[in-house]
């Protein structure tokens, strides 16, 4: 188990009705291929969640070191496009930062 603090960046989305599970994938692939754009995260995941029906159906979780790594993937330009190419697909989304250890 790690022992390194961390800070955890989650983000739940529900996606409006009528968006493909094409376009849902192509959102998810941009999202994980930040982990190569942006040198301040040190892992990212993306994936479904199994626990329907709930709320949300998808949850990408970032992990960055620090709260100025945290602002840095969130104004980087590629996390920006993100929202700007695929935001309209999104009905609603819960956004949780939360460090590993206190």
Same mark, same amino acid.
């Given at each position: 188990?790690?022992?390194?603090? #961390? #800070?955890? &960046?989650? $983000?739940?989305?529900?996606?409006? @009705?009528?968006?493909s599970?094409? @376009?849902i994938?192509?959102?998810?692939?941009?999202?994980?291929? #930040?982990?190569?754009?942006?040198?301040?995260?040190? +892992?990212v995941?993306?994936?479904?969640?199994?626990?329907?029906p709930g709320? *949300?159906? &998808?949850?990408? %979780?970032?992990t $960055?070191?620090? @709260?100025? +790594?945290?602002?840095?993937y969130?104004? &980087?330009?590629? &996390?920006v496009?993100?929202?700007?190419?695929?935001?309209? %697909? $999104?009905?609603?989304? %819960?956004? %949780?930062? *939360?460090?590993?250890?206190?």
């Amino acid at each position: 188990m790690a022992t390194e603090k #961390l #800070l955890r &960046h989650i $983000v739940l989305f529900r996606f409006k @009705e009528g968006t493909s599970v094409d @376009e849902i994938a192509e959102a998810g692939n941009a999202f994980l291929a #930040l982990s190569d754009q942006i040198k301040a995260i040190q +892992d990212v995941e993306w994936g479904r969640v199994i626990n329907e029906p709930g709320p *949300y159906t &998808h949850c990408l %979780l970032v992990t $960055v070191q620090t @709260e100025a +790594d945290l602002k840095v993937y969130g104004e &980087h330009p590629d &996390h920006v496009a993100i929202g700007d190419r695929y935001g309209h %697909l $999104v009905q609603d989304a %819960l956004v %949780l930062d *939360y460090w590993t250890r206190e």
